[in-house]
C-alpha cells in the first residue's frame, strides 16, 4: 500500500500570544516564533507507517510550504518514512485551503503515486479542516474526516470510525480514498537516533511550480478564492473594571460587584 | 447608495442540516442571519435538504420565512453520505448559482462544505463569527469576519470573484429566529441523479449517544480554565468553583492539546460558542480565538497575572493576580455568598 502523507510546518502554539498580523500586509508575522509539525499529522505519519508494516508499500511525506519546512519533512522521515517531497516556489504563496489543496493534488498527480492520502484533521494555526476534504476532491477519490479509527477489512477497503457529536459514524471506503485522523487514532512514534541518522540517506525531493504542470493563475493568492478584506479591532461591551492588590481583598471586591450586577 | 442587482434573482442559501429527523438548531441560527443578509442584498432566501421523508422538515424550514425548500429526497439519503450529499447539493448549485452558501460547523457541515465549494470551484471561509453586506466597489459583497492574531483584532474574509460565497458557522453564534406563520414559501422536492461513484465511500453506520453531562453551552455559569491553570498542578480548584456555583467546566486550547479537557470542553473559534449568565476565565491570555466562544456571555469575570494579558479587554471585572492566590479567595468568597443568601 503506498501512501502519502500531507503534513504542514505551522508556529509553536506554546508562542501564539506572541503572534500579531502585518497591518499592511496582513500576513502573520512570525520573526522569531519556532516552528513544529502540525501536531495531529504526526498521528497521520504514525498511522502511515503502521499500515506500512503491514501491507508493506512506501510512505511518503509530502508539504507545501517555504524552504524551512524541510525540517517537518526532515522529520517525517526520521519517523520512518521512505521518502520526501517539498513544494516550495514564491508562486505558492498567499494559497487558501482551496489552492492549497489545488496545488497537493496537482503534485501527488504527477509524483506520488498511491492507494491512500492521509492528512491531519485539522491544523493549529489555520485549523479550517477544509485540506483534507478539498483535497480528496481535487484527486477524485472519496473521503472521510475526523477519523479515530481505522481498520483495513482487506487491503482494498477501510472501516473508518469518524468522530461526530455525542457518536460516531462508521464509514466503508474503497481505495483509493483520502482520510483525515485526529489525535484519538495513535500515539505517534519518537524518532529513534537510527531513525534520524537514516535521514541524511532519504530522498527529499523539491518541486516548484514549473514541474507542476498547472498554469500559474491556480496557485498561490493568485488561485485563491478567497482573500483578506480588512484587518480591524474588535471590542466587546464590558465593564472594563480591574482590581489588583491583595487577594482577599480583590477576590471580596469582584464577587461584591457581580453581586451588585445580578451576575451571580 | 447601489442598488442591489435585480436583473436575476439572486438567492441566499442555507444548508439545513438533518439527522435521524432533526433539524440540527445551527441551520435555524444560520436562518436568522441570512435573512438579514437577504434583506440588505435584495436576494431570496432558501434551504436546502438532503434525505429521505423530510417533508416535515421541509414544511418546519417554511415556518421560519424561507422562501423556498430545495429538497432533496431519496432513500439512499437517509443516512449522511458525504460524496453523495456533496454531489447532489453542488448539482443544485451549478443549477441555480446562489450569491451565498451558508453551512453549520457541525462535523458533518465541515465534513460536506468544502467538497461542494471544491466541486463547484469557490472559495470557502471556516468558523466565521460574524457576516455582513459591505458595498465593495458597487459591487454588494459578503465579508466574512474571523478572529486574528495578537489580542483584539478581527479579520474579514471575501470571495470577490467566484460564486457561491461560502462560509461555516459554529452552533450558537447566531440565534434561532422567530416562527412567521403563513410565510407562503414553497418547496420544490428535487429528484436527485445518484450514481455508483456517490458512494464509494458509504456511511454504513451512524451512532449518536447523549451527552454524558450537560453540555457546556446549556450552563447558566461557565468557569473556563486556561492555560495559566497549570500553575495549580491540577483543575481541582477550578471544579471545586463551578460545583459551587453549579457551572460548567471548560476550557482553552492548550487544555485540549495537553488532554485536560474534552473536545466538547474547549470555547473559541474552533471550539464552542457559550452564552452563559457568568463566564469566569482563569488564566488565561484572551486570544481573539478563544474569547469569541463567549461574546454573548452576560458577565465575565477574569483572572490573569499579566495585566496586559487582552483578556481584561473582555472582561466586566479583571483581577490582576496570581491564580494560586487569588482562586482560592474567590471560592472562599462565593461560598459567603452562598450561605448568606
Ligand atoms: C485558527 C485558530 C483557531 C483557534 N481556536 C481556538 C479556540 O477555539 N479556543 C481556544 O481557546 N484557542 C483557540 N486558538 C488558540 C488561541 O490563539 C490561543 O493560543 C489560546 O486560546 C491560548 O490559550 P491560553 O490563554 O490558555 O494560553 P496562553 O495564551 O498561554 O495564556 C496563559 C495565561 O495564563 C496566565 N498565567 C500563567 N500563570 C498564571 C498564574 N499562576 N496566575 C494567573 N495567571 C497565570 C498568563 O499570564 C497568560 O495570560 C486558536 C488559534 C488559531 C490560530
Ligand atoms: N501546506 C500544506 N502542505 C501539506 N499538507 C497540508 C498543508 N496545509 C494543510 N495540510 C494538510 O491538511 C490538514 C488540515 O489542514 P487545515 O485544512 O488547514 O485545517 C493538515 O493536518 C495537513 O495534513
Given at each position: 500500500?503506498?501512501?502519502?502523507?500531507?503534513?504542514?510546518?505551522?508556529?509553536?502554539?506554546?508562542?501564539?500570544?506572541?503572534?500579531?498580523?502585518?497591518?499592511?500586509?496582513?500576513?502573520?508575522?512570525?520573526?522569531?516564533?519556532?516552528?513544529?509539525?502540525?501536531?495531529v499529522?504526526?498521528?497521520?505519519?504514525?498511522?502511515?507507517?503502521?499500515?506500512?508494516?503491514?501491507?508493506?508499500?512506501?510512505?511518503?511525506?509530502?508539504?507545501?510550504?517555504?524552504?524551512?519546512?524541510?525540517?517537518?519533512?526532515?522529520?517525517g522521515?526520521?519517523?520512518?518514512?521512505?521518502?520526501?517531497?517539498?513544494?516550495?516556489?514564491?508562486?505558492?504563496?498567499?494559497a487558501?485551503?482551496?489552492?492549497?489543496?489545488?496545488?497537493?493534488?496537482?503534485?501527488?498527480?504527477?509524483?506520488?503515486?498511491?492507494?491512500?492520502?492521509?492528512?491531519?484533521?485539522?491544523?493549529?494555526?489555520?485549523?479550517?479542516?477544509?485540506?483534507?476534504?478539498?483535497?480528496?476532491?481535487?484527486?477524485?477519490?472519496?473521503?472521510?474526516?475526523?477519523?479515530?479509527a481505522?481498520?483495513?477489512?482487506?487491503?482494498?477497503?477501510?472501516?473508518?470510525?469518524?468522530?461526530?457529536?455525542?457518536?460516531?459514524?462508521?464509514?466503508?471506503?474503497?481505495?483509493?480514498?483520502?482520510?483525515?485522523v485526529?489525535?484519538?487514532?495513535?500515539?505517534?512514534?519518537?524518532?529513534?537516533?537510527?531513525?534520524?541518522?537514516?535521514?541524511?540517506?532519504?530522498?527529499?525531493?523539491?518541486?516548484?511550480?514549473?514541474?507542476?504542470?498547472?498554469?500559474?493563475?491556480?496557485?498561490?493568492?493568485?488561485?485563491?478564492?478567497?482573500?483578506?478584506?480588512?484587518?480591524?479591532d474588535?471590542?466587546?461591551?464590558?465593564?472594563?473594571?480591574?482590581?489588583?492588590?491583595?487577594?482577599?481583598?480583590?477576590?471580596?471586591?469582584?464577587?461584591?460587584?457581580?453581586?451588585?450586577?445580578?451576575?451571580v | 447608495?447601489?442598488r442591489?442587482?435585480?436583473?436575476?434573482?439572486?438567492?441566499?442559501?442555507?444548508?439545513?442540516?438533518?439527522?435521524?429527523?432533526?433539524?440540527?438548531?445551527?441551520?435555524?441560527?444560520?436562518?436568522?442571519?441570512?435573512?438579514?443578509?437577504?434583506?440588505?442584498?435584495?436576494a431570496?432566501?432558501?434551504?436546502?435538504?438532503?434525505?429521505?421523508?423530510?417533508?416535515?422538515?421541509?414544511?418546519?424550514?417554511?415556518?421560519?420565512?424561507?422562501?423556498?425548500?430545495?429538497?432533496?429526497?431519496?432513500?439512499?439519503?437517509?443516512?449522511?453520505?458525504?460524496?453523495?450529499?456533496?454531489?447532489?447539493?453542488?448539482?443544485?448549485?451549478?443549477?441555480?448559482?446562489?450569491?451565498?452558501?451558508?453551512?453549520?460547523?457541525?462535523?458533518?457541515?465541515?465534513?460536506?462544505?468544502?467538497?461542494?465549494?471544491?466541486?463547484?470551484?469557490?472559495?470557502?471561509?471556516?468558523?466565521?463569527?460574524?457576516?455582513?453586506?459591505?458595498?465593495?466597489?458597487?459591487?454588494?459583497?459578503?465579508?466574512?469576519?474571523?478572529?486574528?492574531?495578537?489580542?483584539?483584532?478581527?479579520?474579514d474574509?471575501?470571495c470577490?470573484?467566484?460564486?457561491?460565497?461560502?462560509?461555516t458557522?459554529?452552533?450558537?453564534?447566531?440565534?434561532?429566529?422567530?416562527?412567521k406563520?403563513?410565510?407562503?414559501?414553497?418547496?420544490?422536492?428535487?429528484?436527485?441523479?445518484?450514481?455508483?461513484?456517490?458512494?464509494?465511500?458509504r456511511?454504513?453506520?451512524?451512532?449518536?449517544?447523549?451527552?454524558?453531562?450537560?453540555?457546556?453551552?446549556?450552563?447558566?455559569?461557565?468557569?473556563?480554565?486556561?492555560?495559566?491553570?497549570?500553575?495549580?498542578?491540577?483543575?481541582?480548584?477550578?471544579?471545586?468553583?463551578?460545583?459551587?456555583?453549579?457551572?460548567?467546566?471548560?476550557?482553552?486550547?492548550?487544555?485540549?492539546?495537553?488532554?485536560?479537557?474534552?473536545?466538547?470542553?474547549?470555547?473559541?473559534?474552533?471550539?464552542?460558542?457559550?452564552?452563559?449568565?457568568?463566564?469566569?476565565?482563569?488564566?488565561?491570555?484572551?486570544?481573539?480565538?478563544?474569547?469569541?466562544?463567549?461574546?454573548?456571555?452576560?458577565?465575565?469575570?477574569?483572572?490573569?497575572?499579566?495585566?496586559?494579558?487582552?483578556?481584561?479587554?473582555?472582561?466586566?471585572?479583571?483581577?490582576?493576580?496570581?491564580?494560586?492566590?487569588?482562586?482560592p479567595?474567590?471560592?472562599?468568597?462565593?461560598?459567603?455568598?452562598?450561605?448568606?443568601?
Amino acid at each position: 500500500m503506498d501512501i502519502v502523507v500531507c503534513i504542514k510546518q505551522v508556529p509553536d502554539p506554546d508562542y501564539f500570544s506572541q503572534i500579531v498580523l502585518d497591518p499592511v500586509t496582513k500576513a502573520i508575522r512570525r520573526e522569531g516564533i519556532p516552528l513544529i509539525m502540525n501536531p495531529v499529522d504526526r498521528n497521520a505519519i504514525e498511522a502511515a507507517l503502521q499500515l506500512q508494516e503491514r501491507f508493506s508499500g512506501k510512505v511518503t511525506v509530502l508539504t507545501m510550504g517555504p524552504p524551512q519546512s524541510r525540517e517537518a519533512l526532515e522529520e517525517g522521515l526520521a519517523m520512518g518514512a521512505e521518502e520526501a517531497v517539498l513544494l516550495c516556489d514564491r508562486a505558492f504563496a498567499g494559497a487558501d485551503a482551496f489552492a492549497t489543496a489545488y496545488t497537493l493534488a496537482a503534485a501527488i498527480k504527477e509524483f506520488c503515486p498511491f492507494n491512500l492520502v492521509l492528512c491531519g484533521s485539522e491544523t493549529v494555526d489555520s485549523g479550517t479542516k477544509m485540506v483534507g476534504p478539498m483535497l480528496a476532491e481535487f484527486l477524485d477519490i472519496p473521503y472521510a474526516t475526523n477519523v479515530r479509527a481505522m481498520n483495513f477489512v482487506t487491503e482494498g477497503i477501510c472501516l473508518a470510525e469518524t468522530a461526530i457529536e455525542n457518536g460516531c459514524m462508521k464509514v466503508e471506503l474503497g481505495l483509493p480514498a483520502l482520510i483525515t485522523v485526529n489525535k484519538a487514532i495513535n500515539e505517534p512514534r519518537i524518532p529513534t537516533v537510527l531513525g534520524i541518522m537514516q535521514v541524511a540517506s532519504k530522498k527529499l525531493l523539491m518541486y516548484g511550480a514549473n514541474g507542476l504542470g498547472v498554469p500559474p493563475e491556480k496557485l498561490g493568492l493568485a488561485g485563491s478564492p478567497t482573500r483578506v478584506a480588512s484587518l480591524f479591532d474588535f471590542k466587546q461591551k464590558r465593564r472594563l473594571e480591574t482590581l489588583r492588590g491583595d487577594p482577599q481583598h480583590v477576590a471580596s471586591k469582584a464577587v461584591a460587584k457581580l453581586r451588585e450586577w445580578h451576575a451571580v | 447608495m447601489v442598488r442591489p442587482d435585480m436583473s436575476r434573482h439572486k438567492e441566499i442559501w442555507v444548508y439545513a442540516e438533518q439527522t435521524a429527523g432533526h433539524l440540527a438548531r445551527v441551520g435555524l441560527e444560520l436562518l436568522g442571519k441570512a435573512s438579514e443578509l437577504s434583506d440588505k442584498l435584495g436576494a431570496g432566501l432558501a434551504c436546502v435538504l438532503v434525505g429521505y421523508r423530510g417533508e416535515k422538515l421541509a414544511s418546519e424550514l417554511l415556518s421560519y420565512g424561507v422562501e423556498k425548500v430545495y429538497f432533496v429526497d431519496d432513500p439512499k439519503l437517509e443516512h449522511y453520505q458525504n460524496q453523495a450529499y456533496a454531489g447532489v447539493v453542488a448539482d443544485l448549485v451549478e443549477e441555480h448559482r446562489p450569491e451565498i452558501f451558508l453551512f453549520g460547523a457541525t462535523e458533518m457541515g465541515e465534513d460536506l462544505a468544502p467538497c461542494i465549494a471544491a466541486k463547484v470551484g469557490t472559495g470557502l471561509t471556516a468558523h466565521c463569527v460574524d457576516l455582513r453586506i459591505e458595498d465593495c466597489d458597487g459591487a454588494l459583497i459578503l465579508h466574512q469576519t474571523v478572529p486574528g492574531w495578537g489580542g483584539g483584532k478581527r479579520v474579514d474574509i471575501i470571495c470577490p470573484r467566484k460564486r457561491p460565497q461560502m462560509a461555516t458557522v459554529k452552533p450558537g453564534v447566531f440565534t434561532v429566529p422567530r416562527h412567521k406563520r403563513n410565510a407562503g414559501g414553497k418547496i420544490l422536492r428535487v429528484t436527485p441523479q445518484l450514481h455508483e461513484k456517490h458512494f464509494r465511500a458509504r456511511t454504513v453506520e451512524v451512532q449518536k449517544g447523549q451527552a454524558c453531562e450537560r453540555p457546556v453551552e446549556e450552563a447558566e455559569v461557565v468557569v473556563a480554565a486556561g492555560w495559566g491553570v497549570n500553575s495549580l498542578g491540577s483543575l481541582d480548584l477550578v471544579r471545586e468553583l463551578s460545583d459551587l456555583l453549579r457551572g460548567a467546566v471548560a476550557g482553552t486550547r492548550p487544555l485540549l492539546d495537553k488532554g485536560l479537557i474534552t473536545q466538547d470542553r474547549m470555547i473559541g473559534q474552533s471550539g464552542k460558542v457559550v452564552g452563559p449568565n457568568l463566564f469566569i476565565s482563569l488564566g488565561a491570555s484572551g486570544a481573539m480565538h478563544f474569547s469569541t466562544g463567549f461574546e454573548r456571555a452576560k458577565f465575565v469575570l477574569a483572572v490573569d497575572q499579566n495585566p496586559q494579558a487582552p483578556i481584561f479587554q473582555v472582561a466586566d471585572v479583571g483581577i490582576i493576580g496570581d491564580l494560586r492566590e487569588v482562586l482560592p479567595c474567590l471560592i472562599e468568597e462565593f461560598r459567603k455568598l452562598k450561605k448568606a443568601m
